[in-house]
């Protein structure tokens, strides 16, 4: 089993920066995918930054410039860096980590992230 806990949501300005934590533990596969997702109100669930264990990151065309994601492996961290924040990125944010050898994904229980004036 895969359990998933996010922390670092909250409300900011327009223009100000969050950064969101998600702390991977259970069986961790060492070929996998960590990445966020958000979902704002009346919207689909939508990828925002990806990044596998080997391989190129990727970034929704809306945050590129804005966000960056990294991932520790030591401690089985993803992170997500989100500065120059705008009020559509107003939403949650959920963590995802999917197992490459099984096809299996898993999601953490989302953050809110609000940004507004």
């Known amino acids: 089993q895969v359990q998933l806990v996010e922390s670092g949501g909250g409300l900011v300005q327009p223009g100000g920066s969050l950064r969101l934590s998600c702390v991977v533990s259970g069986s961790i596969a060492s070929i996998n995918v960590m990445g966020w997702y958000r979902q704002a109100p009346g919207k689909q669930r939508e990828l925002v930054a990806a990044i596998p264990s080997g391989g190129r990151i990727d970034y929704t065309d809306s945050v590129k410039g804005r966000f960056t994601i990294s991932r520790d492996n030591a401690k089985n961290t993803v992170y997500l860096q989100m500065n120059n924040l705008k009020p559509e990125d107003t939403a949650v944010y959920y963590c995802?980590?999917?197992?490459?050898?099984?096809?299996?994904?898993?999601w953490g229980q989302g953050t809110q992230v609000t940004v507004s004036s």
């Open positions: 995802n980590y999917f197992n490459s050898r099984l096809n299996r994904g898993y």
